[in-house]
């Protein structure tokens, strides 16, 4: 009778054990909730962001860093939440970087072409 109430309390340990060591662990889909908001943050610092968009950045990181203590403290739901809001603003960071650059571009363009205009009105002869 000792021998099987050693065999359950084992059993019992060991579940424990393994309940609390994926705990620690996290969840997948947190995990990877915040992989992906991860990814997006650091498309949106190669495309401009930090110069562009440095509000929208700011608050993608701060999700980032709350979704991130969320699924460390077993808080999945939020963390996923989170991770998605992250995911969101590091997008919109991104556009938004991509769309002041397009249109930094398109104001240099413009420019130029002013220039060229007064240059060819400059070097062409006027005829009476």
Do not use: W
């Amino acid at each position: 009778m000792r021998k099987i109430s050693r065999t359950v309390s084992g059993a019992v340990i060991a579940l424990a054990a393994a309940t609390a060591l994926a705990a620690c662990a996290g969840n997948p889909v947190a995990d990877e909730k915040i992989a992906v908001a991860k990814a997006s943050l650091q498309r949106a610092e190669r495309s401009g962001a930090p110069e562009y968009a440095p509000v929208e950045l700011a608050a993608a990181r701060d999700k980032v860093a709350l979704a991130e203590k969320a699924n460390a403290d077993g808080d999945h739901k939020p963390a996923i939440s989170m991770a998605e809001q992250a995911n969101v603003d590091a997008q919109l960071a991104e556009a938004t970087a991509e769309q002041a650059r397009s249109h930094k571009a398109a104001m240099e363009f413009d420019a130029a072409m002013q220039t060229l205009r007064q240059e060819s009105m400059r070097a062409s002869p006027t005829t009476p």
